[in-house]
């Protein structure tokens, strides 16, 4: 993308080839723009007030979210913003390990002393339709609804997005050292060939839809039967240590200390750690990737809707979420970020032109939407992801 009209049509392109998923699917995951700078408009300043409407150092929200999914600053920069004190715990590792984390106190409808968590398209179907664990966002407090892009707005697990609103949206492919590995890594194939240890995912939805795609299977239209044969193939390769294990989001750490030289990752993570570590690189396999969006919600037990639906509501801004972006390089839910990110300048300007940032036509392409399961494969697809995950 050379310019604002490239950039333009590449949005429309990104929206296009999402929006032709929504007939497919139970859940929506998506692409958006990124970037701007931090400057905080009046409009948000005036949008954050507290449940009471005065402000005060008693008012605190916690929020639970996947790893290097928030820049530092911007934890102060939000408090500074909305005099709202914020305790953020990067605890959720798996979709799976954190419901089974939570189940237990909202089983009984008590306090899991949380006000927000963020779980994937899948996850939140099943938080919202069927254990109905989310209570709705607070309107009033969310005035920045209005920049969600057209893509994400209307999904079927919440058609009208009352319970839940995208964090961002994430490719999923394959990481790897170049230094260990020796080599660039462009296949499944490759992939198992590289002698150094290597891992998957184990958010299966990605493995075995990597793993799928790999044997030509469409994963948009896939169900539990046609992934039986993947996860026998992938318990094989566990057995026989072509493959070394699974991971949650916690192979960030070995895989940016150069424990692993290869696997499965989220484009987002790999860009953060190849700041700090050039030999480490990310791919769309060529047989294709997953895409798929982490979305905010507030369980049922949080007393301060107001105050959580506040925290997304900040960073729906348009100039926050560019600089959000351009700390964490994930794909934004938020319209206008490409104008915010040119406005910062520098590095960050040069992120709309990252097809991983900025999804262009040629990667939407190589991405497919993993289908919604009906509840009973899902529950089969669960079985199989936790035998693969103990085992792993």
């Known amino acids: 993308m050379t310019n604002d009209d490239t ?87 798996d979709n799976s390990e954190y419901f089974a984390k939570i189940q237990p106190q909202l089983n009984r409808n008590k306090s899991i002393n949380r006000d927000g968590f963020i779980l994937t398209d899948w ?40 319970y839940s609103v995208p964090w961002a949206s994430i ?18 194939d490759d992939f198992l060939n590289v002698s150094g240890s290597k891992t998957v995912l184990s958010e299966m939805r990605d493995t075995i839809g990597i793993m799928l795609m790999d044997s030509g299977v469409k994963i948009e239209s896939a169900d539990f039967s046609s992934t039986e044969k993947e996860f026998d193939r992938l318990q094989e390769l566990l057995d026989s240590k072509k493959i070394d294990g699974v991971n949650g989001n916690d192979y960030v750490t070995d895989l940016s200390s150069g424990n692993l030289a290869a696997c499965f990752a989220w484009s987002g993570d790999v860009a953060q750690i190849a700041r700090d570590n050039p030999d480490v690189r990310f791919v769309i396999p060529e047989s294709g990737g997953t895409i798929s969006s982490d979305n905010f919600m507030i369980p049922i037990s ?41 406005k910062l300048g520098g590095d960050a300007a040069k992120l709309v032109d990252d097809p991983l940032v900025v999804p262009d036509e040629d990667v939407l392409k190589q991405l497919q939407i993993f289908a919604a399961l009906s509840e009973k494969d899902e529950e089969e697809f669960d079985k199989r992801s936790a035998d693969i995950v103990g085992a792993g």
């Open 123 to 162: 996850m939140a179907n099943r938080i919202i339709n069927q254990v109905k664990w989310a209570q709705p966002l607070s309107t009033k407090k969310f005035p920045n609804k209005k920049n969600l892009v057209d893509t994400l707005a209307s999904p079927s697990f919440d058609e009208t997005r009352k």
């Open 302 to 342: 949080s007393d301060k809707p107001d105050l959580a639906t506040e925290f997304i509501n900040y960073f729906y801004d348009p100039a926050v979420s560019a600089q959000w972006v351009s700390e964490v390089q994930y794909i934004s839910p938020v319209q206008g970020i490409t104008e915010e990110l040119t």
């Open 171 to 188: 490719i999923a492919g394959i990481a790897y050292n170049i230094k260990l590995t020796g080599k660039e890594i462009k296949t499944f």
């Open 7 to 93: 950039t333009r049509t590449d949005l429309n392109e990104v929206e296009k080839a999402l929006a032709a998923s929504l007939n497919r699917r139970d859940f929506l995951k998506s692409a958006g723009l990124i970037f701007g700078g931090l400057a905080i408009s009046p409009a948000l300043l005036a949008a954050c007030t507290s449940d009471s409407g005065n402000k005060s150092s008693a008012q605190s929200i916690h929020i639970s979210n996947w790893t290097s999914y928030i820049g530092e600053s911007q934890k102060k920069d939000f408090e500074k913003a909305t005099g709202i004190k914020l305790t953020y715990t990067e605890d959720v590792n």
